[in-house]
């Protein structure tokens, strides 16, 4: 059976869709949208699924339309983003370092976030809005030295990983350092905010991803061609007239963007960036980086894991990181299995 179709328009423009592809993409996205209308339905004033799709439609009354509204539908939204975002940056670092295991957590960009939000909660007591951009900050800082310090003649994706892996510890022992020296109430907060969590999100948070994600997912596919080719070595892509640094720093930014606004937003929700992708792969079984399905795969794994956390552990309402770090964590010992026994590791 075919998987592939090329449709030409009346234009005399042709592309090539991948069939099983876009039937993945298409039931990620109708699972993504089910656990989204089940986890607006949770919480203690419960409400059926057939009462939130007429309040999202305007026709629930005032008490529904104050909470699906204005109280859960940010919350979702923002996991929808966040597992997006997360989704897509892990399989564009990934396709660039040509590497399973490279992901925003094995790189340390999570932990440059978590530094940079530390440093606000711990040496300025800073606010919420001020914890996010010293997230976003610490990110950014981040991916430009791990990119600078990568470099030479060129980024190559296991220097990459390499390096990546080095300033992560060197982050792991600075944050810890950080919360030995604050103090009991800081500390707390700072452990809540390290686990990852959405709870008490709002509008506030769903506004800056959602700009960022319109402006950043088109420049992403737009250059997606670039980064198939790449894959096939720095050489060939530069005789294919592919500018292969352009290409790479381009979509190196645009990754740790995504996976620097998701952190700011939610926290260091680990895992996702790393098993989205793969996960995708296999259900496409589709060549290259396969960003469209990964961003729905991440879109979909982080807001299931977010109604688990709330419905699977009782009225002990655990947060979305620590489910996605369980899945995560049996999933990454899995995938090491696997590597082993085809001798790539």
Not at 186 to 207: F, H, I, K, Y
């Amino acid at each position: 059976m075919k998987t592939n179709r090329a449709v030409r328009t009346p234009g005399g423009l042709s592309v090539r869709l991948d069939l099983r592809a876009l039937t993945v993409v298409v039931l990620l996205l109708l699972a993504a949208l089910a656990a989204s209308v089940l986890l607006i339905g949770t919480g203690d004033f419960p409400i059926s699924a057939g009462d939130v799709l007429k309040t999202l439609a305007g026709h629930g009354d005032a008490g529904q339309d104050f909470i699906v509204n204005e109280l859960r539908l940010p919350r979702v939204l923002v996991a929808l983003l966040v597992g997006a975002s997360l989704g897509l940056g892990g399989a564009l670092f990934q396709a660039i370092t040509r590497n399973p295991l490279g992901s925003p957590d094995i790189l340390g960009l999570g932990q440059g976030a978590t530094a940079g939000a530390l440093v606000m909660i711990v040496l300025f007591s800073g606010s919420a809005a001020q914890v996010t951009v010293g997230a976003l900050v610490g990110g950014l800082v981040t991916g430009v030295a791990i990119y600078l310090l990568a470099w030479k003649q060129g980024v190559h994706g296991y220097r990459l990983v390499l390096v990546g892996i080095g300033v992560s510890a060197i982050l792991t022992a600075v944050n810890g350092y950080l919360l030995t020296v604050s103090d009991i109430v800081d500390a707390a907060r700072s452990v809540v905010w390290m686990t990852g969590s959405l709870s008490g999100r709002d509008w506030a948070q769903v506004w800056p991803l959602l700009g960022l994600c319109a402006v950043l997912v088109p420049l992403v596919l737009a250059n997606a061609r670039g980064l198939r080719m790449m894959e096939m070595g720095d050489d060939v892509s530069h005789a294919l007239g592919v500018r292969v640094e352009r290409v790479r720093a381009l979509l190196l930014v645009a990754a740790v963007l995504l996976t620097a606004t998701a952190t700011a937003a939610a926290g260091p929700v680990s895992f996702v960036a790393l098993t989205a992708p793969q996960l995708a792969r296999r259900l496409t079984r589709s060549p290259g980086p396969n960003l469209v399905p990964s961003l729905c795969m991440g879109a979909a794994l982080l807001v299931t894991a977010d109604w688990a956390s709330q419905r699977l552990f009782g009225a002990d309402q655990l947060p979305v990181g620590v489910v996605t770090g369980v899945l995560g964590g049996v999933y990454l010992l899995w995938l090491l299995v696997t590597e082993r026994r085809a001798g790539r590791i």
